[in-house]
């Protein structure tokens, strides 16, 4: 197999000399980590000073103190870090100026989209893509997630690209000098669809932190909270990027919905739910490899056992509330994938989910699938090989019977190396 990529360094990484010298970079950076300099650097950024309701400041603190106490994060992630912080800050004070100019924004409506649902490395995000060809739904690309609103006073450059995008590009290029393997794993082009998890970052809301950084702390106070309001933050951003162009039924996904059904059913209550289900073995070596190949820049000691311990755990809440909760969709507006039948035939999955949401797959539809399928090739940027047992010490068939309760609810193949 020509094309295989296995990382046999992810314990103790053997870092390049680009690696290296953006290490000893990100060391000489002096970052004052407090909220007080994250707000000040996102009011200096924007011009703006409304921040909207304040709540977000007990969820900002406790990042901070979380990631600025980690005594193995490196110089590098710290100030990454505090980037994202940063962004999120800024987003938030241009989202609140918009909706403050603009009030009938929220009169808007966010009517029957299409939200996916399943573990990460389940198939959502190429299910997300192919769904997001269509064009008749609204999608949302990732350089718009990043940056939902422009900045005041910023308009498109003279070749007509929008500065949002740019940043984007040159923040992707940066990443696959850094960490080349990610383009395999996890790719992050400007143009890839992803998550509107990413518009609950302005609200300091969502189980993605935990991706950026090991946040014991965060996910702890994540459990212990509705996260209603932060459904409806993101709903209500969601207006906003429908306001500004259309069209307005949207596509959508993420995995952290696993946990919310009932959440995601009250803020979007006429949705038509997709939920991708896969062998949490396989999608637990496939997240765990990626995440300890990207710590070689973030963490200064890796503990590969910590990270599938941790995720193990993970996704069995994941996978334990989505059991519960599944029949908060009702059939006429919910819809099972397996992710071997997926991969076996996709546009046969397409057309069952369409089938579902009342939409006539036309020819143009297809057509614009087909297209990209074929300029997004399966394994277009290599095949990554797992070892879960000789990178992380984790029998495979020993996990597995963590997750029978799972496998009894659904008819899920479990996949062998």
Known sequence: MSNAIRIDDLAHPRLTDVQRAAMAYGEQQQ?????????????????????????????????????????????????????????????????????????????????????????????TTHLLNLLAADTRFRSLPLWESYEPVPLPGETLAPDGVDPRYRRCEEAWQGMQQVTPLLAAMHPMHPDHIHEELELMGPDFASYNFEWLAPSPRWRDHYYQHDQTPHYQYMRDVLKLLQWSRGPDRWVLKCPQHLEQLPVLRTVFPDATCVITHRDPVAVIQS?????????????????????????????????????????????????????????????????????????ELTATTRAQMQAFVDAHPRGKEGKMVYDLKGDFGVDPAALRERFSFYFEQFPIRAEHS
């Open 287 to 359: 997240a765990v490899t990626m995440l300890a190949y990207g710590y070689r820049m973030s963490r200064k000691r890796i503990d590969t056992r910590a990270i599938v311990e941790y995720w193990s755990d993970r996704v069995e809440h994941l996978l334990r509330a989505c059991v519960r909760d599944r029949q908060c969709f009702p059939a006429q507006q919910s819809i099972d994938i397996l992710f071997h039948e997926f991969m076996a035939d996709d546009m046969a999955t397409v057309e069952l989910i369409y089938a579902t949401a009342g939409v």
């Open 31 to 123: 970052i004052d980590f407090s909220e007080a300099a994250v707000l000040a650097a996102a009011r200096q950024r924007t011009g703006l000073t409304d921040f909207g309701p304040e709540d977000f400041r007990e969820r900002l603190r406790l990042l901070l103190g979380e990631w600025g106490n980690d005594p193995d994060m490196t110089g590098s992630q710290r100030a990454n870090l505090f980037g994202y912080l940063v962004r999120y800050a800024s987003n938030r004070l241009l989202i609140q100026d918009q909706w403050q100019r603009h009030p009938g924004i929220l009169e808007q409506e966010i009517r029957q989209p299409l939200i996916v649902a399943g573990l990460p490395r389940s198939g």
